[in-house]
Structures are given as C-alpha cells and as structure tokens.
C-alpha cells in the first residue's frame, strides 16, 4: 500500500513570496490532515478535512495560509506572503474512519526555510 | 483544549539501559492517546495506542505505555533500549468526542549510545 506522498521536499523561498505544497494520501482515506512542526516543537494541526469539507480549520492563520481538497482526494496548502516564521516543516496526514480516532498516517513531510 | 507535557526534551541513555518517557495530558474526559516515533529520515509513525480496556498497552518493538487516568499520564517504557530507538518520541491526546483534533507534545529526543 501506497503512503502519502508530498512533495516538494524541501523548498526556499524569500520572505513576501509565495509557496504551495501538495499532498497525496492514502487511497480510500476520507480525512486529511495539515500539521505544522517548528523545529523543537510538535506537530501543530493547521487544517483537517473530512472529504472535501473543512471540518477544523481554527489554527489556520487565514490571512495568508489556504488550503484546498477540491474532489475529496489531493489537497494543496499556499501561503502567501510567506514570513521568517513559516519555516517549518509541513506534514500532511491521512486516516480511513468516517469519525477519526486519532491513529494518522504521515507523509516524510515538505521542509519550508523563509530567508 | 487539552494540552500534553513531555517531560523531558533530551534523553540520552547507553544501549541495554531502560526507558521511560514521561506525557500528561490536561483535558479531564475521555480521551485516546498515543505515542508517535520518527526515526532520523524517516516520517512519523504510529508506536502504540490506547482507547479503552486493559491500561497497559504494548506497542512495536518492545514498547509499552500505561494509562494511569488518575494521574492523566501516559508513559512510555521499554526495559532495555537499543542504539535502533534513537529517535523522537511523540505523545498525543485526542478527545474521545466526534471530530476534535489529535494534540502533540512537544516531542522528547531519544539518543542510545551503542
């Protein structure tokens, strides 16, 4: 079984500019997860989606964070304008139940340095 | 919203020596919990897991973990690391209630010296 797939890997970008992510998960995985890591720290979930819909998206910092699963497969996290503290590591998620318990599996994740 | 404390940031420990990882969690109803490890390159993964039942729970590779409710702890053990554990070690708290979200700890680097 296939994992979830992110890509890219590892981007740089300067601060003002604009990045997106992609990621891949599970095949048949209904819920889809966008953590942040800050180095030092864990995973701090950014936006969770049940299929295609938003079902948390409070720690999302809208103003310059976006995030989309437009059929319910794939999703695309942007920001833009990026700033000095979005560098972190950005882990997409997956898991198969309807009613997530918590057991998620994780991508190798898309490392952001903002310069 | 519940919080998890790891106790330590930095453990260091020699091959054969045993473990134990402290968590506690703050949110006072039911909840699942879950310890997570990202070996060096690696993404991360699911080490063991707590829903219910007996409040001892084994894991992959010789972990276990038990759920002390009283005490809203959840530490992670194993008798005798090996250099292959070197890794971070991530406790998590889900609320057991519909859709609320999974809460990491700041994770707790593991270093086995051979």
């Known amino acids: 079984e296939a994992g979830v797939a992110q890509s890219p890997r590892y981007k740089i970008i300067e601060k003002r500019q604009s990045v997106a992510f992609w990621c891949n998960p599970i095949s048949g995985h209904a819920t889809l997860y966008w953590y942040q890591q800050i180095l030092g720290q864990g995973p701090k979930l950014l936006i969770q989606f049940q299929n295609n819909g938003v079902v948390d998206d409070s720690q999302l910092p809208k103003d310059r964070f976006s995030a989309e699963r437009l059929k319910g497969v794939d999703s695309t996290l942007k920001i833009q304008p990026a700033k000095l503290e979005d560098s972190a590591v950005y882990l997409c998620?997956?898991?198969?139940?309807?009613?997530?318990?918590?057991?998620?599996?994780f991508g190798e994740g898309s490392r952001l340095t903002v310069l | 919203a519940q919080s998890v404390s790891q106790h330590n940031h930095h453990v260091i420990l020699s091959e054969a020596a045993s473990l134990e990882l402290g968590c506690n969690y703050s949110?006072?109803?039911?909840?699942?919990l879950f310890w997570y490890v990202q070996y060096p390159g690696q993404h991360l993964q699911l080490l063991l897991k707590y829903f219910s039942g007996d409040p001892l729970v084994k894991g992959i590779k010789g972990f276990e973990a038990e759920f002390i409710k009283s005490k809203f702890s959840f530490n992670l053990r194993k008798p005798s690391v090996q250099w292959s554990d070197t890794a971070e070690y991530f406790c998590a708290v889900k609320e057991n209630s519909g859709y609320s979200t999974l809460t990491f700890g700041k994770g707790t680097m593991l270093l086995v010296s051979p």
């Open positions: 949110y006072g109803g039911t909840v699942n």
């Open positions: 998620a997956s898991s198969p139940n309807r009613a997530p318990n918590g057991e998620l599996f």
